[in-house]
């Protein structure tokens, strides 16, 4: 059984940077992709960005291009989402979630979800 473990939310101002990480463990991941997707209080859950774990391959959302950055550990099965320039848009609860394959944008293609970690960016 996957598990996956966020970590490095909180708060913040606008402007500012966080990094979230997401610890997984239960299996090898040479053959999966990790993404991240948010939910606003309110709002559908959204796409991020994502990461085909063997080859790097990364996959961002427009709102957060250039601003955000996926990228991940072999060594420590860990993904990390470096989050700079922070708006309070970006408020929400960040989930990371893993599927067997490469990386894709639709949440409903990932089978394995982690608990979330919230995000607070005051402007």
């Known amino acids: 059984q996957v598990q996956l473990v966020e970590s490095g939310g909180g708060l913040v101002q606008a402007g500012g940077s966080l990094r979230l990480s997401c610890a997984a463990s239960?299996?090898?991941?040479?053959?999966?992709?990790m993404g991240w997707f948010r939910q606003a209080p309110g709002k559908e859950r959204e796409f991020v960005a994502a990461?085909?774990?063997?080859?790097?391959?990364?996959i961002h959302a427009q709102s957060v291009k250039g601003r955000f950055t996926i990228s991940r550990d072999n060594a420590k099965n860990t993904g990390y989402l470096q989050m700079n320039t922070l708006k309070p848009e970006d408020t929400a609860v960040y989930y990371c979630?893993?599927?067997?394959?490469?990386?894709?944008?639709?949440?409903?293609?990932?089978?394995?979800w982690g608990q979330g970690t919230q995000v607070t960016v005051s402007s």
């Open positions: 239960g299996r090898t991941f040479s053959n999966h992709a």
């Open positions: 990461i085909t774990w063997s080859v790097g391959t990364t």
């Open positions: 979630a893993v599927r067997r394959g490469p990386a894709v944008t639709s949440a409903n293609l990932y089978n394995y």
